[in-house]
C-alpha cells in the first residue's frame, strides 16, 4: 500500500522508559536518534529536517550540540502529552510539502516522581484554582470516567481488565517500566487514588525517549527495509463544549472531543475506516481513558467497551489487540516522549518485529493516539 | 480595642456577594447567552467580546464527582494544605441552564455521594491558609429539596 502524499516511517529507535538516573532526557533523545538513525542505515548528515520536543526536559534543538551541528533545520514543539504527535505533525507537513526528504522526529522526557504539579497560571487560570485543590490531572480523568461509567454502563472489572492487560503486555516489552503482571484483584484491591481509579489504574510520570527516521518519495524504497506508510496524522484543539482537563466550567452543551475529531480527520485523509484498524495504541493516562478513548476514536461505539474489554477481544490474541507495548501504564509517562512510543510499536506490529508481543494475526493497518492537556489531541494511521 | 478577623475571599473575581451569602462570579455573552466561570472578556462559543458578569445560581445537581485521595503538590496548593491533607471530595455541579462548574464538596464519603444529588454553594477555608476562603458544594438539606 502507499498513499497519503507517500510519507514512510523508515527507521525507529527507543531508549528504555522508567527510570535512569545519571543520563539527561536529552540524552535519552540522542541516543533514541541514533537508533533510528542505525535502523535505516544513514547518518545524522543525510537528515535534512528534525522536529520533536518534551515537556520538562529541555530544547530538543539542542540536541544537535550531541548529534552533530550539521546545520539541518530543527523545529521545537512543545503541545503536553500531544508533543510527539505534533512534533510528527510537523514533519509530515514538511514531506508532503516537498520541503524535506528525510526527517528525523524526536521526543523525550524525565520528570520527578509523583503526580504532575502544573501551575494554572501557565494554563490560563487564576491560582486560587491550585491553592483549593483543582488542578490535577488525576481529578479531570476521574471525573471523566466516573460520569462515563454512569452513562454507559461500564464496570469497575473492566477497568482492572485494562490496567491487567497493559502490564501483562508490558512484560513482554524489555523497553516498558512495568514488567509485573498483576491480577484484576490486585489492582481493584490497591490504594484509591481518586475514585473509581486505583494506584495500578494509573500511568506514572516517567523517562525515556522515542525518534523515528521518515522519508518520501523515492528515498522511502531506498532506505527503509519494510516501509510503514503514514497514511495520514491529524492534529486537533479541543472545541466548545468537549469536557477537558482543567476546566474551572464545562459547558452543559456537548461537543465531540479533541480525540473524536481528529480521529475522523486522519481515518477520513488516510481514506481508511475505523474497521479496517488491526492494531492500535490509544492514550491510557489511566484504564478509563482506553475505555473513553476506544469510543471517541471511532474503534468501537460507546458502551459497547464493557463487552468487548470483558471477552478480552483488546487483548494480543483478540480481534483488536490495544496498547500492545503495554501503554502508558506499563512504559509511564515521559510526556515528550509517549506519542512517538506509539507509533514505534506500531512500525514493529506492522514489520512483524515485535518480539514476544507480536500481534499473532497477520496487521496491515494500525493506529495512534495520544491526547493531552488542556485538550489536544493527535492521531495517526500507519499502513504496509 | 478588640480584633476582628474578617476572612478574606480567595479571589474577589470569582467569589462574590458576601461570606454569608456567597456568589459565584461568572460570565454571560449578549450575543449567544454562553454562559462561563470564571468570568471571561470574550465568549468561547461565539467568539464575541460583548460579555457582561453574571452571578451565578447557588444549588445545582453534582453531575459527577471523585474523591481526592492524595496531596497535591506545593505549589499550585499551598505548602500548609500539603500538612493538613484529608482525602476531599471533588465535583461538578450543573446550574440548571447556566454551566457545570468545578468545585470541591464538603463531603468525602463516597457512599454519601450520587450523580443527581442536590448541592448548594458554600464556603469553606483555603487549606492551609485559614484566614481566607474558597468555594465549595455541600449537599443540600433534606428539608430544603
Known amino acids: 500500500v502507499s498513499g497519503g502524499g507517500d510519507v514512510a516511517v523508515v527507521g525507529v529507535g527507543i531508549h528504555a522508559f522508567g527510570r535512569h538516573d545519571g543520563v539527561t532526557g536529552l540524552e535519552m533523545g540522542a541516543i533514541a536518534a541514533r537508533r533510528a538513525l542505525a535502523d535505516v542505515g544513514i547518518a545524522w548528515q543525510d537528515v535534512d529536517f528534525a522536529a520533536g520536543g518534551s515537556d520538562a526536559a529541555g530544547n530538543a534543538d539542542t540536541s544537535v550540540s550531541i548529534l552533530g551541528l550539521t546545520g539541518v533545520p530543527f523545529i521545537n514543539v512543545k503541545n503536553g502529552c500531544a508533543t510527539g504527535g505534533s512534533a510528527l505533525t510537523t514533519a509530515h507537513a514538511m514531506l508532503v510539502s516537498g520541503a524535506a526528504e528525510v526527517a528525523l522526529v524526536v521526543g523525550f522526557d524525565k520528570h520527578p516522581r509523583g503526580a504532575f504539579n502544573p501551575l494554572p497560571e501557565e494554563w490560563g487560570i487564576g491560582s486560587w484554582y491550585g491553592e483549593t485543590g483543582l488542578m490535577l490531572t488525576t481529578q479531570f480523568f476521574a471525573l471523566k470516567i466516573q460520569r462515563y461509567m454512569a452513562e454507559h454502563g461500564i464496570s469497575d472489572s473492566t477497568l482492572a481488565k485494562v490496567a491487567a492487560k497493559a502490564f501483562e503486555n508490558g512484560a513482554r516489552n524489555p523497553n516498558a517500566w512495568r514488567r509485573n503482571p498483576l491480577t484484576e484483584e490486585e489492582i481493584l484491591g490497591a490504594r484509591m487514588v481518586n475514585h473509581p481509579l486505583t494506584q495500578y489504574m494509573f500511568c506514572s510520570p516517567g523517562e525515556g525517549a522515542v525518534a523515528l527516521v521518515l522519508a518520501r518519495g523515492s528515498r522511502i524504497r531506498e532506505l527503509a527495509r519494510v516501509p510503514v506508510y503514514l497514511r495520514s496524522v491529524a492534529f486537533r484543539t479541543r472545541r466548545f463544549g468537549s469536557f477537558e482537563v482543567f476546566s474551572p466550567s464545562i459547558p452543559i452543551e456537548s461537543a465531540p472531543s479533541a480525540t473524536t475529531e481528529a480521529a475522523a480527520a486522519a481515518f477520513e485523509e488516510a481514506g481508511i475506516g475505523p474497521g479496517d484498524v488491526d492494531v492500535a495504541q490509544i492514550q491510557d493516562t489511566e484504564s478509563g481513558a482506553e475505555v473513553m478513548h476506544l469510543a471517541e476514536t471511532g474503534l468501537c461505539e460507546h458502551g459497547e467497551q464493557e463487552a468487548l474489554i470483558q471477552s478480552g477481544a483488546t487483548e494480543l490474541g483478540g480481534r483488536l489487540p490495544i496498547n500492545t507495548d503495554g501503554g502508558c501504564l506499563a512504559c509511564g509517562e515521559p510526556i515528550g516522549a509517549s506519542g512517538l512510543r506509539q507509533v514505534h510499536e506500531i512500525v514493529l506490529q506492522l514489520r512483524g518485529e515485535a518480539g514476544e508481543r507480536q500481534v499473532p494475526k497477520a496487521c496491515r493497518v494500525g493506529f495512534t493516539q495520544v491526547y493531552g492537556a488542556p485538550g489536544v489531541s493527535a492521531c495517526t494511521v500507519l499502513t504496509v | ?145
Open chain 2, 1 to 145: 480595642m478588640t480584633e476582628t478577623h474578617t476572612p478574606q475571599l480567595i479571589d474577589p473575581d470569582v467569589i462574590g456577594g458576601s461570606p454569608e451569602e456567597p456568589r459565584l462570579i461568572g460570565s454571560v455573552c449578549a450575543r449567544c447567552g454562553t454562559v462561563t466561570f470564571p468570568r471571561q472578556r470574550s465568549c468561547p462559543r461565539c467568539t464575541s467580546e460583548d460579555v457582561q458578569a453574571r452571578e451565578l445560581a447557588t444549588r445545582g445537581e453534582l453531575w459527577s464527582w471523585t474523591i481526592q485521595c492524595f496531596a497535591p503538590k506545593a505549589p499550585p496548593y499551598l505548602p500548609g494544605g500539603v500538612e493538613e491533607f484529608e482525602p476531599y471530595g471533588v465535583g461538578y455541579i450543573e446550574l440548571p441552564g447556566e454551566v457545570r462548574v468545578e468545585a470541591r464538596l464538603t463531603e468525602s464519603e463516597p457512599d454519601r455521594l450520587r450523580i443527581g444529588m442536590l448541592m448548594d454553594l458554600t464556603l469553606i477555608p483555603v487549606p492551609g491558609a485559614p484566614d481566607k476562603l474558597t468555594f465549595a458544594f455541600r449537599p443540600a438539606c433534606q428539608e430544603d429539596e
